[in-house]
């Protein structure tokens, strides 16, 4: 399957040549170092390599090869890629980020391919210059002090070119780039026993959190330590969303790094610098990376139908779901938990705008009806929301109506209005102990009244009072917030309620 991946990779890379100035490929820093040119023995090395791409242009294939050698014979354990540390992925490149990997034993070429091609992903952006991938061996063990481990570019089978492609842009053929490489890199392995070396565990901090829910980032551990005599170190941190539990300490210690924001969704990158005087590898860079996932959203998020006598059915309403991005496509489930209320169509990928429908028509008049559509993402790392609906099954659609259930209310209320914020009808529930005269008006924040919703005698009982967000003269009114007020004789009391278009 990585041939195949590869093939269609080569397929989509075309021949025009082009230049390479401002294309490169760099090797940004070692963990593991003792000092500019020299490894540690007994510990993980990884290598951390950038990728620049000062064109004009976004690059819609790459595919780079490097290999790991010894000239003389030093040893570790297997190599390991890795692509997703956030600056650029299968976001970028949606056919294919993949990694190729070949003879991985820790002796002769260990050898690595990068490669990335797209649909309709952006690829690698115009003016892009950071750290893409790494590569990590070791630990290298004692007895090869002194021997030289190096890392340099390579071809990889089955179509490993060192090259990067343009594509087209506006159906003009961009071309290919022969990306510059500042390798080969070569180090002296050092039996360092004693001696002093900062190593960060992980090598780089990868959190994840979805949008909204700031209390899903993540809590990583950073382990500061040396070979030898303890170290005093200093951190200092270059992103406002990443917060430390400490700036110093004494190795070993522990470090708790956290995400303090919780969206926009999208990729957040930063790092932690590690500072300790005597340290060969001081100051030390710990790459972060918090990546914020789009969650469901759905609009209203509350339904409301009315029903007439005579088997009249309520119009379908629209419910429309997409990510909080607004962009993402997110698979998801629709689901009623009742009969009466169906959806159409009951799945989707975000953006969709969904048809629900209720057939309440054969229940007796008088009955409220309640049912939760749940929707589900395909993703089990996102939550389901709910949308609820309300059926009214009555009469005639009126201002107000008595839903006494046989016990009088012994004492006047008036009720925060339901659904609040609202779009556009909303209702609000008073008791009345005695019979008296009542108005219920709603008023601006000027203090202008709107619209009089109730102003007659009424028995005393428990009442609901329905504003369709229009005022007396049937003009709908604008986005806002307003105040209603029930009036008798006896009560007076103000609510604020909020119309949200």
């Keep these: 399957m990585k041939h195949l991946s590869l093939v269609i990779l080569l397929s989509l890379v075309s021949w025009a040549p082009g230049t390479a100035s401002d294309f490169a490929i760099s090797l940004d820093s070692v963990v593991g170092l003792y000092g500019p040119s020299s490894l540690n023995t007994n510990q993980q090395l990884t290598f951390y390599l950038r990728l620049t791409n000062n064109g004009i242009y976004p690059m819609k294939g790459i595919t780079n090869g490097y290999c790991v050698y010894s000239p003389n014979g030093a040893t570790w354990d297997t190599t390991v890629g890795d692509n997703d540390l956030g600056t650029v992925g299968s976001n970028e490149f949606d056919l294919i980020w993949h990694i190729n990997e070949l003879g991985l034993t820790g002796s002769g070429f260990d050898t690595l391919g990068f490669g990335g091609a797209i649909i309709s992903g952006t690829g690698l952006p115009a003016g892009f210059d950071d750290i893409a991938y790494t590569i990590t061996i070791g630990p290298i063990p004692d007895q090869d002090h002194g021997k030289t481990v190096c890392l340099d570019s390579a071809y990889y089978p089955p179509s490993g070119l060192w090259k990067w492609d343009g594509g087209l842009?506006?159906?003009?053929?961009?071309?290919?780039?022969?990306?510059?490489?500042d390798g080969p890199h070569c180090f002296t392995v050092l039996d360092a026993s004693g001696s002093q070396c900062l190593l960060p565990n992980p090598a780089v901090i990868k959190m994840e959190t979805v949008e909204g829910n700031p209390s899903a980032g993540q809590l990583l551990v950073i382990d500061v330590f040396n070979n030898g005599i303890p170290l005093s170190f200093t951190l200092t941190n270059d992103s406002s969303w990443l917060e430390l539990s400490a700036t110093s300490g004494t190795t070993p210690a522990t470090i708790t790094a956290s995400a303090s924001v919780a969206g926009p969704a999208g990729e957040y990158r930063g790092a932690i610098?590690?500072?300790?005087?005597?340290?060969?590898?001081?100051?030390?860079k710990v790459p972060c990376v918090l990546r914020v996932r789009p969650a469901l959203t759905a609009m209203p998020y509350w339904g409301f139908f009315v029903f007439a006598t005579g088997g009249n059915q309520a119009p379908a309403e629209t419910l429309v779901v997409t990510a909080t991005d607004g962009v993402?496509?997110?698979?998801?489930?629709?689901?009623?938990?009742?009969?009466?209320?169906?959806?159409?169509?009951?799945?989707?990928?975000?953006?969709?705008?969904?048809?629900v429908v209720s057939d309440a028509r054969h229940y007796e008049v008088g009955r409220i009806l309640k049912s939760n559509l749940t929707v589900t993402p395909d993703d089990d790392g996102?939550?389901?929301?709910?949308?609820?609906y309300r059926v009214k099954i009555e009469v005639a659609v009126s201002v107000a109506w008595d839903i006494d259930d046989g016990v009088l209310p012994t004492a006047y209320s008036l009720s925060q209005n339901y659904p609040n914020p609202f779009n556009p009808n909303t209702e609000i529930a008073f008791d009345l102990p005695t019979r008296t005269h009542v108005t219920l008006t709603v008023y601006n924040v000027l203090g202008q009244q709107v619209s009089t919703l109730v102003n007659e005698p009424l028995a005393a009982?428990?009442?609901?009072?329905?504003?369709?967000?229009?005022?007396?003269?049937?003009?709908?009114?604008?986005?806002?917030?307003?105040?209603?007020?029930?009036?008798?004789?006896?009560?007076?009391?103000?609510?604020?309620?909020v119309l949200l278009k």
């Design 169 to 181: 842009v506006d159906d003009v053929s961009i071309g290919w780039r022969i990306p510059v490489w």
């Design 273 to 284: 610098s590690v500072t300790a005087a005597g340290a060969g590898n001081s100051p030390l």
């Design 328 to 355: 993402s496509n997110i698979p998801f489930t629709a689901i009623p938990d009742s009969t009466w209320l169906t959806v159409t169509p009951n799945f989707g990928t975000t953006p969709e705008t969904l048809t």
């Design 382 to 388: 996102l939550s389901p929301i709910q949308v609820f």
């Design 461 to 497: 009982g428990s009442y609901v009072a329905d504003w369709d967000g229009r005022s007396s003269g049937g003009a709908g009114v604008a986005s806002g917030i307003y105040f209603y007020r029930l009036h008798s004789e006896q009560f007076t009391q103000t609510k604020k309620m």
